[in-house]
């Protein structure tokens, strides 16, 4: 009965999704070009509103939550695990306030209304997965970027989304590359919870009444420590943040 009703309300829900990116794709060419990345980054801020809150469509709960205040005097480096293409509009969401800029693969700054627009005007690095050495000069460049401005950047370390919703072992190198070029950014881990269950029944029909949420938890200080213990600590919070959502 369950699966019934998700095939009447999934056509519903990516009819309006593909709307939201359509109408936002004119709206940021609009603002950008006519006045200025700040109104940019304000109808991106929307957008991600906008797709999170579609949800609703399919009966889906949405929360966040944060363990500390966070700084915004300092670069920041958020570290989370990965498990749905909408796992990005959370984040640029409910840290709108940061205005984050993601680490994303090259293949997304093409073809995908307001998502392609918003990666090739956003600052964000995008990288070839198949050439390392262009995905550590983008990986650096926003690294200094963030350390220029006070700014922040998403990473996802497991390196590709979880199907099931388990935590995949966390890689150092893209961190590493960050932390190098903002030396003095504090470290902040976020645990993403069951947006996996949004394709539990693969591509279609999608997953309805569901619990999601995004969950910021305490930040890591990075100075004095080696890297590979700085991501293995953001690795370890996400994982027991997931372990006690399971078990709780």
């Known amino acids: ?6 095939c009447i309300l999934t056509p519903i829900f990516l009819i309006v999704w593909l709307m939201l990116l359509n109408i936002f794709h004119v709206v940021q060419y609009v603002a950008l070009n006519i006045f200025g990345s700040q109104a940019h980054q304000r109808t991106v ?29 300092r670069p920041i480096i958020f570290i989370a695990n990965h498990q749905n293409k909408l796992d990005v509009s959370g984040i640029g969401w409910y840290l709108r306030k940061h205005l984050p800029k993601f680490v994303s693969k090259i293949e997304l700054a093409r073809g995908i209304p307001s998502v392609s627009y918003n990666l090739r005007h956003s600052g964000a690095a995008l990288i070839d ?28 370390p497991e390196g590709t989304r979880s199907l099931t919703g388990d935590v ?17 950014a504090v470290v902040v881990p976020i645990y993403i919870h069951n947006t996996w269950a949004l394709n539990r029944y693969g591509k279609f029909p999608m997953g309805i009444g569901e619990r ?21 600590q953001a690795e370890a919070s996400i994982r027991a943040e997931h372990d006690r959502r399971l078990t709780g």
């Open 1 to 6: 009965m369950k699966k019934a009703l998700s």
């Open 45 to 73: 801020i929307w957008l991600n509103f906008f797709l999170v809150h579609a949800l609703w469509i399919l009966g889906t709960r949405i929360s966040s939550s944060q363990a500390a205040p966070l700084p915004t005097d």
């Open 212 to 232: 999601l949420s995004w969950t910021v938890l305490a930040p890591i200080e990075p100075a004095g420590q080696a890297i590979d213990a700085v991501v293995a």
């Open 129 to 156: 997965r198949d050439d390392a050495r262009q995905a550590l000069k983008e990986v650096g460049r926003l690294g200094k970027l963030i350390e220029d401005t006070c700014g922040s950047a998403v990473i996802f």
């Open 168 to 184: 995949a072992p966390f890689q150092v190198g893209g961190v590493k590359t960050l932390l190098k070029k903002a030396p003095s």
